[in-house]
């Protein structure tokens, strides 16, 4: 198992990365969740999809804001309190910023982005460092993504604010690496799962055509032709949160089925 034994936090525990990358760290063996979004009702509701997966996995929900650094605080601290120790984090919550382009649109949608992507990434990295300090080892994995590099209708706000967090994880790892801790980037595409699926089924209402005819649109860039899912990155991340990961460090890791190749 990946995560044997490993006390697991999660930030942005949405319908989509979110609450997967949570079931797949108890189904690797996580002894320990500490899951956290802004609502408590959602966090109850992962909880309860968590616990009947029938795993010997403790889970703790802390509501949390993660623009607020005293929040962000509480969250690590509740979580060694509960469980002792830290072992990693996955960056996963986010704000899109809006769809705007960048010539028709004010800054609002850019500091959006910026103060949950990047900031408030930041926000909980420096919140679980002293812990992964004194343990002498961690792992922190930001979920990044494929427009960074590859431009999409109205993803300049957001892929601007992930772009901002590339150069911070290749800081960041450095900087820590003589703390035994790993700082690392998942470069997600298009994931099918519940979020993607409405922008499909949106797309061919919009446009009068069948959902099959958008996902194959919205997949022709991928070789094969098929979009990879929530599940499936969601592994992905977790394998460069754990040990089997233990030479990578300052790596973005494409999981978007070779539509970027680097």
């Known amino acids: 198992m990946l995560l044997k034994d490993k006390v697991v936090m999660i930030s942005g525990i949405g319908p989509g990365l979110g609450i997967k990358l949570a079931l797949e760290a108890a189904h690797q063996g996580a002894r320990a969740l500490a899951i956290c979004a802004r609502s408590a009702e959602r966090l ?145 595409g298009w994931m099918w799962g519940e979020p993607v699926q409405a922008v499909v089924r949106q797309s061919a209402e919009a446009r009068g055509i069948s959902e099959a005819q958008a996902k194959a649109e919205f997949s022709a860039s991928i070789p094969g032709g098929r979009m990879r899912t929530d599940d499936e990155c969601a592994r992905a991340a977790l394998f460069l949160a754990s040990d089997y990961a233990s030479a990578i460090n300052g790596a973005q890791l494409d999981a978007n089925g070779g539509e970027l190749m680097s």
């Open 44 to 188: 109850e509701q992962a909880r309860t999809r968590i616990l009947a997966l029938g795993h010997e996995c403790q889970v703790l929900c802390v509501p949390t804001d993660i623009t607020d650094t005293t929040a962000c605080a509480h969250f690590a601290k509740a979580t060694l309190e509960a469980f002792g120790r830290i072992d990693a984090l996955v960056n996963s919550a986010f704000s899109h910023g809006g769809f705007q382009a960048v010539d028709e649109a004010d800054n609002a949608p850019l500091r959006e982005a910026l103060e949950v992507n990047l900031l408030g990434s930041l926000n909980m990295s420096r919140a679980v460092l002293p812990a992964m300090r004194e343990q002498g080892e961690g792992a922190i994995v930001m979920i990044n993504t494929l427009g960074v590099r590859k431009p999409y209708q109205g993803g300049a706000a957001y892929s601007a604010s992930k772009a901002a967090l590339t150069a911070s994880v290749r800081y960041l790892a450095s900087e820590q690496a003589v703390h035994g801790i790993r700082v690392n980037a998942l470069a997600c």
